[in-house]
Every structure is written in structure tokens, then in C-alpha cells.
């Protein structure tokens, strides 16, 4: 079969919960996940259990950690971080406070420390630069491990840049927490398998509430 991808929007996260925690968090672009977050991650990754992935690959967010950690431990499998999938921050100018290596080092051991990202952090960027540069990310990713399978777990926005900029789909795209898009490769190009999946989510209201759209 050839090479396949997941595209997976991370889970509920604390802001969402809690409209005004942002004002006196350390770090206010870099929520963790709510509980009911922490529930769609790990559904996610027993959904995936039983395909073949190879590698979880993951937005350096804390919120994107924790999902792909979830998932990494369903499957086994190492995280790798890459910003080239990172969440697309219009009205930011400089990359915001995110963990050090040190505490991820201490908080998450299924991460690679060792892998070599493919893009640096973008900011300042306007919204399509962030689409154009999510899609680039994916198509560099899936051209440097063609025999591999991936997960990649990212946010909103560049979910919508991934699938377009690979698949060409011109649709509106819908974005749940912690769906699953899975992309498989079509020669040069990718076809779209499987659009904004929830099924496996045992809340899916809730997933929807918070959907993103573009």
C-alpha cells in the first residue's frame, strides 16, 4: 500500500475550558489540555491502533505534546517535534514561551531529541503563509520518509493548510478537536481517504464545539 498519513488536531485544551485563564498564565499561547482533552487524545490513539505508523510527529505545543504523547503510547513510538507544523499565530510577533527542552525532556520521555526539523518557528506570518508553510512542512516530511507511515498531530489552521496544500481539496474543511484526516499518496499527489473523522471520540459534541473552520 502506499504511503499513508493521519492529520490530527490536538484535544480540548484549558482556555477553551476556562475563558480567562490566559490573563495569568506564564505562558498564554501555550495551553495544556483540558481533561476531557486528555480523553480525546487517548481515544485517538487507541482508534489508531492496528494501522501501520511508523513515526508521530507533533507541533512543539504543550497541547500538541500531549496529544501526540497519547497517542505515541497507544502505538509505541517515538514523538518528533516539528515547528514546521506549528500553530498559525497571525497576531504574534515573535515565536510565544513554550516548554524548555529540559522540562519536555522531563515531562514527556517519548520524545525524540535527536530528530531534525525540517523548518524553524515562522513568526511573524500572516495566515496564508501559515497554510502555505504547514502544507510545506508535510510534503517535505513525506518526501524525506516515503516508506513510512505518519501522524501528524498540529492545530486547527495548519490541518486546513496540510490537506489542501497536499490533496487540492477546495471544500470548506471542518476542524473538530481531535479528529483524524488520513491522506494517502497517489503517485505525486495524495487523495484524500478520510474527511474530519470522529467517530472513535466518545464526546463528540463536545469535539465539534470547538471546530475550526477555513
Known amino acids: ?71 505515541a503510547d497507544a502505538l509505541d513510538l517515538a514523538v518528533s517535534l516539528e515547528p514546521g507544523i506549528g500553530e498559525i499565530l497571525p497576531n504574534v510577533q515573535s515565536t510565544p514561551d513554550l516548554l524548555t527542552v529540559d522540562e519536555r525532556r522531563q515531562r514527556f520521555p517519548r520524545i525524540d531529541e535527536g530528530y531534525i526539523a525540517v523548518d ?17 512542512a508535510a510534503r517535505t516530511l513525506t518526501d524525506r520518509f516515503p516508506d513510512k507511515n505518519l501522524v501528524m498531530v498540529t492545530h486547527g489552521a495548519p490541518v486546513v493548510g496540510i490537506v489542501r496544500g497536499l490533496t487540492g481539496h477546495k471544500d470548506r474543511i ?30 463528540q459534541e463536545s469535539s465539534k464545539r470547538f471546530a475550526h473552520s477555513g
Request: proline share 7%; aromatic share 8%.
Open 120 to 136: 524553524g518557528f515562522p513568526y511573524p506570518e500572516t495566515s496564508e503563509e501559515g497554510h502555505k508553510r504547514a502544507a510545506l
Open 1 to 71: 500500500m502506499s504511503q499513508r498519513i493521519w492529520v490530527v488536531r490536538h484535544g480540548n485544551r484549558e482556555d477553551f475550558q476556562n475563558p480567562g485563564w490566559a490573563k495569568s498564565a506564564p505562558r498564554p499561547f501555550d495551553p495544556a489540555l483540558s481533561a476531557d482533552g486528555e480523553t480525546q487524545a487517548k481515544e485517538v490513539g487507541l482508534s489508531l491502533q492496528g494501522e501501520h505508523i511508523d513515526s508521530v510527529i507533533a507541533s512543539p505545543f504543550l497541547r500538541t505534546i500531549q496529544t501526540a504523547s497519547h497517542i
Open 174 to 203: 471542518t476542524v473538530p478537536l481531535c479528529c483524524i484526516f488520513t491522506l494517502q499518496r497517489n503517485g505525486s499527489g495524495w487523495d484524500v481517504k478520510q474527511l474530519s473523522e470522529t467517530s472513535h471520540l466518545s464526546n
